[in-house]
């Protein structure tokens, strides 16, 4: 029952498309869906990590230091602005600095790009810690349970982003390649604006949307 619960959970959070939802929908735009698979996996492989540190109690540390707090914040939004920098970079030919391997236009990297994407937002280690608290008060959980509530929102993540990876594939082949380059060129604009968004919002003060 309770990992049903943290399924229903997982997927509302899904629900409420982000970055990392429009990288993996990009990126099987781009390589197809088998390769967005590998990105996929990055990000249920960070979440499960952050939500493990949030259980342990890093989500407290972070929520007590406000200059760690606006330091994360604005880590995170720069990620963003460059991940977003070099997708359009790559949709427009290829990326300006062609020695970080990292972001050359190809699906090699993947896995590692959505790492870091994920992993860029340590706020979010503060999130899953309310949530757990609020779960462990609630429904009073043991740790069996809150493993397997954990593993519902894991799996959602897993579902949810396997089936934008598939959407991403099935444009992939429908549409001109003319227009999955404009496509994937306005999704990293979208990264970019964001990314200054948040990072403008951190260095203000000001909570992070």
């Given at each position: 029952m309770i990992y049903w619960k943290g399924l229903r959970f997982g997927l509302l959070l899904q629900l409420a498309v982000g970055p990392v939802c429009l990288f993996v929908f990009s990126s099987a735009t781009r390589y197809g869906t088998t390769t967005a698979l590998a990105a996929v996996l990055g990000v249920a492989l960070v979440d499960a990590a952050e939500m493990a540190l949030a259980a342990a109690g890093a989500g407290r540390l972070l929520q007590k230091s406000e200059k760690v707090k606006?330091?994360?914040?604005?880590?995170?939004?720069?990620?963003?602005?460059?991940?977003?920098?070099?997708m359009v970079t790559g949709a427009l030919g290829g990326p300006l600095l062609p020695a970080v391997q990292l972001f050359s236009p190809n699906g090699g990297n993947l896995f590692w790009q959505a790492?870091?994407?994920?992993?860029?937002?340590p706020l979010t280690i503060v999130f899953w810690g309310g949530v757990f608290t609020s779960e462990l008060a609630q429904q009073k959980l043991t740790a069996g349970s809150l493993l397997r509530f954990c593993a519902g929102c894991i799996c959602?993540?897993?579902?949810?982003?396997?089936?934008?990876?598939l959407l991403g594939g099935v444009l992939d082949t429908l549409l001109p390649a003319i227009i999955t380059t404009i496509l994937n060129a306005l999704v990293g604009g979208v990264l970019v604006v964001l990314g200054a968004h948040r990072g403008i919002q951190a260095m203000r003060n000001k909570p992070i949307q």
């Open positions: 606006r330091a994360a914040a604005i880590t995170g939004a720069a990620v963003l602005a460059v991940f977003g920098f070099f790492v870091l994407l994920t992993a860029a937002n959602a993540t897993l579902f949810f982003l396997s089936a934008v990876a």
